[in-house]
Structure formats: structure tokens, C-alpha cells
T-cell receptor, first 115, second 113 residues
Framework: DAGVIQSPRHEVTEMGQEVTLRCKPISGHNSLFWYRQTMMRGLELLIYFNNNVPIDDSGMPEDRFSAKMPNASFSTLKIQPSEPRDSAVYFC?????????????FGPGTRLTVL | AQSVTQPDIHITVSEGASLELRCNYSYGATPYLFWYVQSPGQGLQLLLKYFSGDTLVQGIKGFEAEFKRSQSSFNLRKPSVHWSDAAEYFCAVGAMGYSTLTFGKGTMLLVSP
């Protein structure tokens, strides 16, 4: 398996622009997670999906952030409009969750810079 | 609610020396415990995990960790550190019935020659 795939790997944009980050989870996994990593705040869970349904989006910082999972093999995280404080590395992870607590497999991340 | 504490932000170890990274968790029931490693510019990679059974867990790259319920700890160890082990290490806790993991803030390992 190719692992979790994220695109783009790097994104540089200007304040106010829309940004869309993409994720393809590992085939057969039923849970998908979006994280944000910064020096100041560490690794933060933004939202997670189970069987394509958003379960907990309490980590989404503002209404400017939205996430979708239209099918089991694709998810997007959108920021509109983007702001400099959104600059971070965004990770997507997936897992097979049956009874819960299973390990998550991380993608390589998207480094977002908002100027 | 679950929580994870990694008390050391940075640790410097000489190459060839032994390593122990500390992790303490807070959770009322039996936790699921994980150690991940993140090399610069990379995603997190699972080193090892504990769900149940033997409290000493072996992982990849020569790492091991020991679950101590009485101390609420899951410390990561390696007998001899290599320069390629320089990275950031994250401890995480999960639980039965929950899909999410709670991560510690990480420990940055520096390896000196």
C-alpha cells in the first residue's frame, strides 16, 4: 500500500486566498483524521471522520475551516479565507477503528505558508 | 478525559549511549499506548504500541517501552542510540471505544557525536 497520500506537499498563498488540502487514506481504513502542527501549539486534532461521517469537529479553529469526506478514499480540508496564523503543517491520518484505540497512520503532511 | 505528559522538551544523548524518554498518562481505564517518531519534514511513524498483555513492548529500530500501571508511565528506551535516531518523539494514549488518540507535546532527541 502507498500509505496515506497528501497533496500538495507545500503550499504558499497570500492572505485572503482559499486553500484546499487533499488526503487519500489507506485503502480499507474507516477513520480519517486531520491534524495541525505548529511550534507553539504542537499537534492538534482538527476533525475526524468515521465511515465518511464527521464525528467531532470541535478542534476546527474557526468557521473559515471546513472539511469534507465525500467517499472512503478522499478528504479535503479547506481554509477560506486564509490568514497568516494558519501557517502550519497539516497532517492527515487514517486508521481501522473497530473497538477503538487503534494506531493511526500519518501522511507526510502539507506545509502551508500564508503570506 | 485523557492526557499525556512528556516532561522533557529536549534531550541530548551521546551516540552509543542509552536512551530513556519519559511519558506519563492520565486515564481512568486501561489505556492503549503508542510511541511515534517524527523525522524532520516527515509525518509521524509508529514505533510501538501497547494494548494488553506483556508490559514490555518491542518496537521497530531497536526501541522498547514498558507499561507501568502503578506509575501511569510508558517510557521509551533504547540501549544504544544512533545518530539517525535524532528526531522528535511523541507518546499517545487511546482507549477502547474511542477512535481518537491524545498526543503529548513531544520530546526532541538530539544525538551528539
Amino acid at each position: 500500500d502507498a500509505g496515506v497520500i497528501q497533496s500538495p506537499r507545500h503550499e504558499v498563498t497570500e492572505m485572503g486566498q482559499e486553500v484546499t488540502l487533499r488526503c487519500k487514506p489507506i485503502s480499507g481504513h474507516n477513520s480519517l483524521f486531520w491534524y495541525r502542527q505548529t511550534m507553539m501549539r504542537g499537534l492538534e486534532l482538527l476533525i475526524y471522520f468515521n465511515n465518511n461521517v464527521p464525528i467531532d469537529d470541535s478542534g476546527m479553529p474557526e468557521d473559515r475551516f471546513s472539511a469534507k469526506m465525500p467517499n472512503a478514499s478522499f478528504s479535503t480540508l479547506k481554509i477560506q479565507p486564509s490568514e497568516p496564523r494558519d501557517s502550519a503543517v497539516y497532517f492527515c491520518a487514517s486508521s481501522w477503528t473497530s473497538g477503538g484505540g487503534n494506531e493511526q497512520f500519518f501522511g507526510p503532511g502539507t506545509r502551508l505558508t500564508v503570506l | 478525559a485523557q492526557s499525556v505528559t512528556q516532561p522533557d522538551i529536549h534531550i541530548t544523548v551521546s551516540e552509543g549511549a542509552s536512551l530513556e524518554l519519559r511519558c506519563n498518562y492520565s486515564y481512568g481505564a486501561t489505556p492503549y499506548l503508542f510511541w511515534y517518531v517524527q523525522s524532520p519534514g516527515q509525518g509521524l511513524q509508529l514505533l510501538l504500541k501497547y494494548f494488553s498483555g506483556d508490559t514490555l513492548v518491542q518496537g521497530i529500530k531497536g526501541f522498547e517501552a514498558e507499561f507501568k500501571r502503578s506509575q501511569s508511565s510508558f517510557n521509551l528506551r533504547k540501549p544504544s542510540v544512533h545518530w539517525s535516531d535524532a528526531a522528535e518523539y511523541f507518546c499517545a494514549v487511546g482507549a477502547m471505544g474511542y477512535s481518537t488518540l491524545t498526543f503529548g507535546k513531544g520530546t526532541m532527541l538530539l544525538v551528539s557525536p
